[in-house]
């Protein structure tokens, strides 16, 4: 029996001993960045199959487009040849995967590849859109916070009754009427900035203000409602009992509860600002990835279509992704939820 027992305790270990493991691999952050990698590529695949799909809804006939309305039918019928439109939907679907690991995105029916055209008309999206997200990012908090501050307790009622009806008015307004109604006052009417078109420094204010305005008065009453309630938490009670100064209780205590709540609200909304984009785009002429997809419905350029709601998306899928990466450095928290799964 001794000698069974012996045997026994010599009998190496199946697994793999827990100590032996990487101390980095025991880390929240990389199991909570490679369930965002996952999610990442799930909605690339998902993006991929959506956005080769939803052409193939669109009516009308790409290869007469192309041609032109005065073609014959012989040429229409060579232009759907080379086009490959006659090709079965996998051998197109396969091909339209592989211009994209190329990076071509495929092969516009008018002019160059796709990549080429968003390379061109994408730096006029991002800067207006990424301006307007940052603006709103500041803006909201500031707004939401500073006025939680002066009608606390109460006090200036007036004031708190004047921002929520002014900022519910202004957040009810379309993207497209309120691009409309600032060219009416500050480009027809006082002649101060330009009304459309991206000749000049200026022409940038305008679109950016449109596309800002309506998320500021959104995220900023979200902001103030989630400051209100903070305020009435007992940790804030208890920095009040110490008599540490307001700004202090403000900036240190409140705002990072506060920014943690309205961040988990703001990823959709952000998100919603790209798709507001191509509208403003079109209001100021603007040059950018919105008119470029208008253009390409209307002479139903697939290419074009598919490569440019493909950049969009991942766009915005990386934005909620960046917006859950700061809220796991604010709340480390966030790195244990499964939300994203």
Sequence with gaps: MASVHTTAEKRPSSGMPLRTLPAWFASPWVWFLTRKLGTLLLSFVFLVIVTFSIVLLIPGDAARAA??????????????QTLGLNDPVWSRFLTYVGDIFSGTLGTSFRVGTVSEQIAVRAPYTLVVAGSAIAI??????????GVTALTRDGRRAWLAQTFSWVTAVVDAIPVYVRGTLLIILFALTLGV?????????SSFIL????????PVC????????????????????????WRLRGRIVYLKYLLPNVITAALTLSGLMLSGMIGGALVMEQVFSWPGLGTSVVNAILTRDY???????????????????????????VDPRHLHTRSDA
Excluded: C, K
């Design 67 to 80: 041609a032109g309305p005065d073609a014959s039918l012989e040429v229409v019928e060579a232009t759907r």
């Design 303 to 329: 290419p074009v279509i598919q490569g440019t709601i493909l950049v969009l998306g991942m766009v915005a899928v990386v934005i909620n992704i960046l917006i859950d990466v700061a809220l796991a450095f």
């Design 193 to 201: 900035l330009p009304a459309g078109g991206a000749q000049q420094p």
């Design 207 to 214: 679109p950016i203000i449109a596309l800002a305005i309506g």
């Design 136 to 145: 709103t990012l500041v803006l909201a908090f500031v707004l939401g916070v």
């Design 218 to 241: 959104s995220l900023s009453r979200i902001v103030r409602r989630e400051a209100e309630s903070a305020l009435q938490a007992n940790y804030i009670r208890t920095t009040e009992g």
